[in-house]
Every structure is written in structure tokens, then in C-alpha cells.
């Protein structure tokens, strides 16, 4: 469809727990031009979820992966491995934290919250980087997905923030690493979605009205743009872009006041 560059092209989609996950809008705009599909998925609810949006696509694979447990990360490679002789690109679309970690002050934040956040949310990255390392080649491209939080204050979202900041840090890491290889590393700060994750945030639609009210396109963003976005960098029209965090978020984050 629109981006023939992405015909055939294998990726590994994580993060999927339903309709409404960011990494579900970027699969679906990854299957509508032409691209060979797996997901990975966290536990046996969110595989019941996930296995019919699988079907739907075509996916070649739907195999789990708790990022927390190397093993797992271990074991997804090698399935991936037995099914594709390569893999051209790989969405992160993971993060979590305690819930009594985002509200409330940010200074209250305890070691293993902070730490749990942490390892979910930004070292996950550079561990799928490097199970996917030797399956990966000339070209191949990693996005992952990050929020305004992660570079500026946002009440509410505190460890989340710290551990964007250091996912964002990593995409840079990474990008260093791997690009002597051609392997390039990019993230989306996206403007706020109303997704499973941000569910149950308290104040989550005041963050949704105020990004209607005051960015530039004065409207949020939708999960195809979003997907739309991701499908670029993904592809080889980004060719030259590595280490970057472009935001697809109506402008928002241009607002000094
Ligand atoms: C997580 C959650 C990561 C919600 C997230 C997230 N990245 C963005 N959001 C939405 C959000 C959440 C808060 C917020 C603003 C946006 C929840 C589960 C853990 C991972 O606060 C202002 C709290």
C-alpha cells in the first residue's frame, strides 16, 4: 500500500495486549504494506487477546516473552529463529510500573519501583537488541515507543518519566552501537492514547482535553498515525535516520507555556 518499501519485510511486534495498543496500530499499518508479522505477548490473558488480532494479520508466529526473565528473551529469539532466516526490525512497545508509583510525588518512590520501572520499561530495549542481534542485518530498524514525560516534568507520570528518559538514552546507545552494522535504533515520543496502560490513570482524560486544547494540530493523535510513523522508521525511507525520538504528538511538545 502506501510504503512498498516495507513488502516482505519480517517484524517482531511486542507490546500488543489489545485493540487499542500503540503496537497493534503499528501492526496493523505494518500488515497493510505487505510486512511478515510475529508478536510476542505476556502471560495467558493477554495471549487470548492477542491470538485472534494475530490471526487477523496473518502473523507467522505468536510466542511469549516476559522481558523481565532472560530465558524467555532466550527462547523467543530461537522460535523466531526457526521460523524466519532473518528479522528486519522489532517494535518495543513495552513499559510498566507500579501503580502507586504514578501518583502522587515522584520523590516517594521506592528501590524496587524504581528498579521494576526501570528494567521493564528501558533496559528491555537493549536486551531485545541484543537476543536479536545476530538475526538482524544490513537495514534493519528498532523503534520504541516513549512519552513528553520522559524529557519534561508531567505530574503524575514520575518513574515512568525517569525510565523514558533512560529508554530514550539507550535509543542513542544503541543507534552508536549498531550502526556500523546497519542496524538502525529510533524511538516515538507519542502524544498520550487512551490504551489499556493508561487506563485507570487518574486525570488521564485532562491529559487527552488539555493536548486537544493547546497543540499546535489541536487535536490528539490516532493509532494509525502513530502506526503510520513507526512504518516509516521501520522502513527504508528512514534510511539515514538513527538515533532519533521523532514525536508524533500534534505539535505538543513545541509549547514553552
Ligand atoms: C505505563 C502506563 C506507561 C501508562 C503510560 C505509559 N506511558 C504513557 N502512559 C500514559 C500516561 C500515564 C500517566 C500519565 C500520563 C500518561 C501505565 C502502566 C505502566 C506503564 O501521567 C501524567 C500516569
Known amino acids: 500500500m502506501l510504503n512498498q518499501a516495507l513488502e516482505g519485510k519480517r517484524f517482531l511486534v511486542t507490546g500488543v495486549a489489545n485493540q487499542r495498543s500503540i503496537a497493534w496500530g503499528i501492526a496493523q499499518c505494518l500488515a497493510k504494506c505487505g510486512a ?16 485472534p488480532l ?9 510466542l511469549p516473552c516476559d522481558v523481565a526473565d532472560d530465558d524467555q528473551i532466550d527462547a523467543l529469539f530461537e522460535g523466531v529463529g ?15 510500573a507500579k501503580r502507586e508509583d504514578l501518583a502522587g510525588e515522584f ?6 519501583g524504581f528498579a521494576l520501572a526501570h528494567d521493564i520499561s528501558a533496559y528491555s530495549l537493549t ?8 538475526l538482524m542485518r544490513e537495514g534493519s530498524s528498532v523503534v520504541a515507543l516513549s512519552y513528553i514525560g520522559g524529557e519534561r516534568v508531567v505530574p503524575g507520570y514520575n518513574v515512568m518519566g525517569v525510565a523514558k528518559a533512560s529508554l530514550e538514552m539507550s535509543v542513542r546507545y544503541l543507534a552508536a552501537d549498531l ?6 535504533v529510533n524511538a516515538i515520543s507519542a502524544g498520550p492514547v487512551k490504551t489499556l496502560a493508561a487506563r485507570g490513570v487518574s486525570g488521564f482524560t485532562k491529559i487527552l482535553d488539555h493536548v486537544e486544547e493547546r497543540a499546535p494540530l489541536r487535536r490528539n493523535v490516532s493509532l494509525e498515525e502513530i502506526g503510520c510513523s513507526a512504518s516509516f522508521l521501520l522502513s527504508s525511507l528512514a534510511s539515514g535516520v538513527t538515533g532519533e525520538v521523532m514525536h508524533v504528538d500534534s505539535g505538543f511538545h513545541v509549547l514553552g507555556f
Open 127 to 134: 536486551r531485545l537488541c541484543q537476543g536479536g542481534l545476530d
Open 54 to 62: 494475530a490471526e487477523s494479520v496473518s502473523a507467522d508466529f505468536l
Open 82 to 96: 526457526n521460523t524466519w532466516d532473518g528479522l528486519d526490525g522489532i517494535v518495543h512497545a513495552i513499559a510498566f
Open 36 to 51: 511478515r508479522l510475529g508478536f510476542t505477548y505476556q502471560g495467558a490473558r493477554i495471549k487470548e487477546m492477542v491470538t
Open 179 to 184: 550502526g556500523p552494522r546497519g542496524i538502525r
Open 107 to 112: 520523590v516517594s518512590t521506592s528501590r524496587d
